[in-house]
């Protein structure tokens, strides 16, 4: 699969873009700072989401590209990995 038709990473950025289109509309609404912040820092949180999953499935696709089918334990192994870099 490329990452032009991953779903779930399209997805993830598109409730990112909207997200940050109504955070622009809050400035503009002259809200709180506060508020503004929080919702920035969510923003920041669901791009930073999306950036794993990207970085996993390149190394998804290039493992299977030079091994062939990962067999169960592998890919196993490999939502391992990813689930350690969520601390990166």
């Known amino acids: ?4 038709t ?4 399209t997805n993830r950025l598109k ?3 909207g997200h ?9 609404d002259n809200r709180s700072a506060l508020d503004v912040a ?3 820092a969510a923003v920041v ?6 950036k794993k999953r990207l970085v996993a499935h390149h190394i998804e696709h290039h493992l299977t590209d030079t091994l062939g089918e990962l067999t ?3 890919r196993e192994k490999l939502a391992q990995l990813s689930e350690l870099a969520k601390y990166l």
């Open 15 to 17: 409730r990112a873009n």
């Open 72 to 74: 169960p334990e592998l």
């Open 45 to 50: 949180a669901a791009l930073d989401k999306a």
């Open 38 to 40: 929080q919702q920035l």
């Open 20 to 28: 940050l289109a109504s955070i622009i509309a809050m400035i503009e």
């Open 1 to 4: 699969m490329s990452h032009a």
């Open 6 to 9: 991953d779903k779930d990473l």
